[in-house]
DNA sequence: AGCAGAAATGAATACGTATACAATAGTAAT
DNA sequence: ATTACTATTGTATACGTATTCATTTCTGCT
């Protein structure tokens, strides 16, 4: 416990097996024109002696970390581990680590210095407002980025989005079929495209159909601690209330329940409510949510892929990959089709 | 955007700068004993330039990454997110990277790989299953480790842990004075101590009581989709069903709740409900469920200072730290205080 | 057996940094 | 001005790997 035994390097298992380091390097990273009996000779001895190469080592001769960052905001909205957990499964598979910053504090400088020291081969950018510097930053590095359901003016790189303006529009045409004509949108921090093109989709939509959405059925907050409980608590409390709420996403929309339900006021008898995302707990019997759903397993997965091709160099023009969102009618807005 | 230009080194910046390469470092380590004036005029070069070291090679020199590892399991579990956040602040406050590992499937390959790859200074293992073999990995390796909430027979290295016994026992005496005898415990894998702890507690207290845990009230489940709403759906549908349920977890709970609901079984007209861990979502108006409850951001917060001070060097014997959990009455069980 | 050519291995080197050691410039005291 | 320092900078080297180039060892064939 106490011998502080050094690491062994390669050079170490070459005199063990009595051969040169240059060999158990091609042994090890596989190339042929290695004997066979020479190669389980120098196995032997990196198999006894429990021998790993140095991973910094191979990254500096190679300028390749088989590291890719992921950025992420507020990770504590629960669409975030279900994209981290398919974006770990595939670079896992692919022998890569992932490094998770979470850009809500400090983090943004952390993925920049990453980034600019050559931490990383390329980075994930997930739905997210304060990491345009970072953007920058990993493009100047000449670094692969993707991003899923965000997008940045003016850049051009790989993404995956889902129908998010027709998301929002589909909301709409659903609310006017089914004869909530006064209706809401409760909205989050604009900087982040998602919740933008949703909103902008949901308000085309309902003047598609000759209505608009009243300004006073319009809230837009920051995400913060309550906030959308408390507006929740508001608007169901308050006598000229709307029949129905469409909210930027899911999170925003469990808030909006929480408040409506701490006043008393029912969903869906008194009002509905639908969010978006289709975040595996909105399909929960205790939230029971309608909302738009998009394939978050399957865009992650996606994102993963073009990263991956594109630091191995197989990609040309970047590409936009479009996948389509469905709503799904759930029990708060009374299971009721169209 | 074509022009791949290469990445400086500290070498071309005492060119433009006219010093040696060793200034640079000297300047960018932030030693003393360099003349201010040099400084600045190094400074200003790096500055101009966008330089940064690169990681890679500072890892080799120094043989220290800057990159901690934190091991996780079922990453959708709420909890771990929360706990996620807490350590990427503290870890990011103190310029170290953060790897993170899901370890439900080949993440374990990854994670023992990394480790032995000299990778990361230290590992945060959170409360888990199958890390065993990683734990055993770091020890080997002499790499500092920290568990939160986890233990391992038979190794000893700094732990964070709640009073998972204690918490249990405090919920069967809960339920003992608010005259629920019929009671059952629903548990997840016994290959994490916490569940295993928290049961234990929960039969002593009923112990205690002169009462015991009947067996045919006492289920175990692997978690999987849907298992535990579908055993709530049971024990909901069932004539002779308990008068209180304890759960090994929040995430159990909820699920239970589900099944519950699934069957028109009332929370808490017809069976009280009570998790484990005061996940935030347990608070919500829509959930909640009364909860044994940790300071889990405190726990995580300690064990970020415990990782860093030993990979400092500045701890001795290892330690163990325990906080207090605490139970948080809600709706789920009437809201009834004793 | 001798030889050409292929196959396998070894020797040497570079990646970019931090640091021990050597060398130089600067300073104060005589 | 000379000495004896100290402060500052430069030179050289090592970290552990992958890879180029040179060298040796095998083959098969005559």
Redesign the pocket.
């Known amino acids: 416990m106490n011998t502080k035994t050094?690491?062994?390097?390669?050079?170490?298992?070459?005199r063990l097996a009595?051969?040169?380091?240059?060999?158990?390097?091609?042994?090890?990273?596989g190339?042929?024109?290695?004997?066979?009996?020479?190669?389980e000779?120098v196995m032997a001895v990196v198999k006894q002696q429990g021998?790993?190469?140095?991973?910094?080592?191979?990254a500096?001769?190679?300028?390749l970390s088989s590291t890719v960052g992921v950025a992420v905001s507020r990770i504590t909205n629960p669409i975030v581990p279900e994209i981290l957990e398919e974006l770990s499964r595939q670079f896992a598979a692919n022998n890569r680590r992932v490094v998770v910053w979470n850009t809500d504090e400090s983090g943004e400088e952390s993925l920049i210095g990453s980034v600019e020291?050559?931490m990383v081969d390329g980075v994930v950018f997930t739905a997210a407002s304060h990491q345009t510097r970072a953007v920058q930053a990993a493009l100047d590095a000449q670094i692969p980025i993707v991003s899923i359901n965000r997008t940045v003016d003016g850049v051009d790189y790989d993404q995956v989005v889902s129908t998010n303006e027709r998301g929002g529009e589909e909301v709409a045409n659903y609310f006017v079929k089914c004869g909530k004509t006064r209706v809401a949108f409760v909205n989050g921090s604009l900087d982040r495209t998602t919740l933008v093109d949703r909103e902008a989709g949901f308000r085309k939509g309902l003047e598609k159909a000759g209505l608009s959405l009243l300004p006073e059925f319009y809230f837009q907050r920051a995400f913060q601690e309550n906030v959308f409980r408390q507006l929740g608590m508001d608007i169901g409390s308050s006598e000229n209330r709307p029949q129905a709420i469409a909210c930027g996403n899911d999170l925003i929309a469990i808030q909006v329940l929480n408040g409506l339900k701490a006043v008393g006021c029912r969903v869906p008898e008194d009002i509905w409510v639908v969010g978006f995302d289709g975040i595996e707990m909105s399909g929960w019997d205790i939230v029971d949510l309608t909302t738009v759903q998009q394939p978050i397993e399957l865009m992650a997965k996606d994102a993963a892929t073009m990263l991956m091709d594109r630091i191995a160099g197989r990609r040309g023009q970047t590409e936009t990959r479009r996948y389509r969102s469905e709503l799904v009618i759930r029990g708060s807005t009374g299971n009721q089709r169209v």
Chains 1, 2 share one sequence.
């Open positions: 050094k690491r062994l390097s390669s050079t170490d298992i070459a009595g051969v040169s380091q240059a060999t158990v390097s091609r042994v090890l990273s190339v042929d024109g290695v004997k066979p009996a020479t190669r000779k021998y790993r190469p140095n991973a910094f080592a191979q500096m001769r190679t300028s020291s050559g």
